[in-house]
């Protein structure tokens, strides 16, 4: 029996080992070799994000957020031919300085079309910093917008030309509404063969040019330039003077005025009368049967109508650009030809 019992103590017990050591190190194997592929997967995984560069995530960097907090323009009120200067409160509202040294541009359009900008300021502005900028140049090569009549749509942009990374472009733009009055009413009359002309005064040089136009008439004068009685012909309908106010056409100045600013009247130079003789219209000859001892010519202009018209002047003063009014008056006058 003690033989059978320690047999049998022996046979379980290193049985029962056998088993127990044999599966523990199975068990202990299988783990070992989940890690390992669990490490190897991560590490392949890791390998493959940092190849597309997806790597760990990190906070995005501070940068300026600017944004325009006021939009304004001077003169307060404004009339159609007033040159309009617009400004803009620029404000940063992100979280960090925007940088030195670059343009902090704004640019200004009305009804959707760019007039003006501003490029002048390239300070940096710190967060919570405002700063205020004027235009000071403009695809017309100005720094004003001339008004024109009527109610239209202005808005300011900053950073318009994206030279400044931001936290957010989505608030770089504020508009709002001008109204531009109809421009102050103008007076014409004709002294002598000048145009005298009233209006409201404007803060800017502007310019006047103006016309005669009437019954045009031609005689036969004799050798010492004698009309011959009884030889005068209307001979048709002609005009003199600028239409336009321009200094470089043929009849320079005939019939202009500068307007310095401020002014309410001006007196134009001469309507150059010499126009019509110098044949714009043609040869009195073709019109007039004279004596073989006379000379077919003009005598008068018989003015009927005065137009004059006042200006907005291109940057070198020269050329008038917008037309702000225009006044006709009837008249009863002879201008010698």
Request: net charge positive.
């Amino acid at each position: 029996m003690r033989s059978s019992t320690r047999n049998a103590t022996s046979t379980t017990g290193t049985s029962a080992g056998r088993n127990t050591g044999g599966n523990t190190g199975r068990s202990a194997g299988r783990s070992i070799g989940k890690t390992i592929a669990a490490a190897a997967v991560a590490a392949t995984t890791a390998a493959t994000l940092s190849a597309i560069g997806a790597g760990p995530a990190h906070a995005a960097p501070a940068r300026p957020d600017l944004t325009v907090t006021a939009l304004t323009w001077t003169p307060g009120g404004v009339s159609a031919g007033t040159p309009v200067t617009f400004s803009a409160t620029v404000k940063n509202v992100g979280k960090a300085a925007s940088p030195a040294g670059v343009v902090h541009g704004v640019g200004f359009q009305v009804d959707g079309k760019l007039v003006t900008w501003s490029d002048t300021r390239t300070a940096s502005l710190k967060p919570g910093q405002s700063a205020t900028v004027t235009a000071n140049f403009g695809p017309a090569k100005s720094a004003t917008w001339a008004a024109t009549q009527g109610k239209h749509e202005v808005l300011a942009y900053v950073d318009d030309a994206q030279r400044i990374a931001e936290s957010g472009e989505g608030n770089n733009r504020t508009k709002t509404t001008l109204t531009v009055a109809a421009a102050p009413a103008m007076t014409t009359t004709l002294k002598g063969s000048s145009s005298y002309s009233t209006f409201a005064a404007l803060p800017q040089r502007t310019g006047v040019s103006s016309t005669v136009r009437g019954s045009g008439y031609g005689a036969c004068h004799t050798a010492d330039g004698r009309v011959v009685a009884g030889t005068e012909k209307l001979l048709g309908e002609y005009s003199a003077g600028n239409s336009v106010y321009y200094t470089g056409g043929p009849y320079v100045y005939s019939g202009l005025a500068d307007v310095p600013a401020g002014a309410t009247s001006a007196t134009s130079a001469p309507i150059d009368m010499t126009e019509i003789r110098r044949g714009r219209y043609g040869d009195p000859a073709l019109k007039l049967t004279c004596a073989a001892d006379q000379l077919p010519g003009f005598t008068r202009l018989h003015v009927t109508e005065l137009t004059s018209k006042r200006w907005t002047l291109n940057e070198g003063g020269w050329s008038g650009e917008t037309l702000l009014s225009t006044a006709t008056a009837k008249v009863s006058a002879d201008l010698p030809i």
